[in-house]
């Protein structure tokens, strides 16, 4: 068993496409056993306060796939529903949680693309625009590189159905995320695991016809 954790500021906090938050601070501690690894990550806004977020995954690395069990919690503008209490500690019809199952699997090592999908199966915020349960899912094929010992990834996220609650976008299929990012890290002199960063990100919500050019600093250990 091993543990890791670090933390990022990062100018804008998107989430798959779609502004959450400006300029933010996001912790991260990670637990792993094996093949499993439990993953709690955060985020503060540090402008106004006013969002927070709290991640608990759970995940199983079989070869190339990765199944996750996630518990999503946030407070902001889905959390403005009157009909979802911001309490952490609620998890009856009007908790802020969401519930999300996802699976992740890299075709080959030759062509490492990474094809996602991920469903949320409970949360009073996860409706369509009839206010009816939506499983809002998320799909994304993504693709990593290197260009001259930059770590790049391009990519492309769509919403299959709609999930308005969710994702604040009412429409059916959609792409919201069209991503192209960049970063390089370095390892600290005289330490074995510690490693700060660098990091840019280019994102296009087609859905939204918004744009977004994010930078962060990272810190590893």
């Known amino acids: 068993m091993s543990f890791s954790g670090g933390a990022d500021i990062v100018s804008t906090y998107l989430w798959r496409g779609v502004y959450e938050a400006g300029v933010s601070f996001q912790p991260t501690l990670v637990m792993t056993a094996g093949n499993f690894s439990a993953t709690a990550w955060g985020s503060v806004d540090f402008a106004s306060t006013t969002y927070k977020e709290m991640d608990l995954t759970l995940a199983y690395t079989l070869g190339p796939v990765t199944l996750s069990l996630a518990d999503l919690y946030w407070t902001g503008a889905y959390t403005d529903r009157e009909s979802v209490d911001r309490n952490y500690f609620r998890f009856g019809s009007d908790s802020p949680h969401r519930v999300e199952v996802g699976a992740s699997w890299v075709v080959s090592e030759k062509v490492p693309f990474t094809l996602s999908w991920y469903t949320v199966l409970f949360g009073a915020a996860d409706v369509n625009a009839e206010g009816e349960r939506a499983y809002a899912s998320y799909f994304e094929v993504a693709y990593p590189f290197s260009v001259k010992g930059v770590d790049m990834k391009a990519g492309v996220g769509m919403v299959p159905w709609n999930a308005v609650g969710t994702y604040?976008?009412?429409?059916?299929?959609?792409?919201?995320?069209?991503?192209?990012?960049?970063?390089?890290?370095?390892?600290?002199?005289?330490?074995?695991?510690?490693?700060?960063?660098?990091f840019t990100n280019l994102v296009w919500n087609p859905a939204m016809e918004d744009v977004n050019f994010v930078g962060g600093f990272s810190f590893r250990m």
């Not at 976008?169 to 792409?175: E, G, K, L, T």
């Not at 192209?180 to 660098?198: D, F, H, Q, R």
């Open 168 to 198: 604040g976008i009412d429409r059916d299929f959609y792409v919201q995320n069209v991503f192209l990012n960049a970063g390089k890290s370095w390892n600290i002199k005289g330490t074995e695991s510690m490693s700060i960063g660098i």
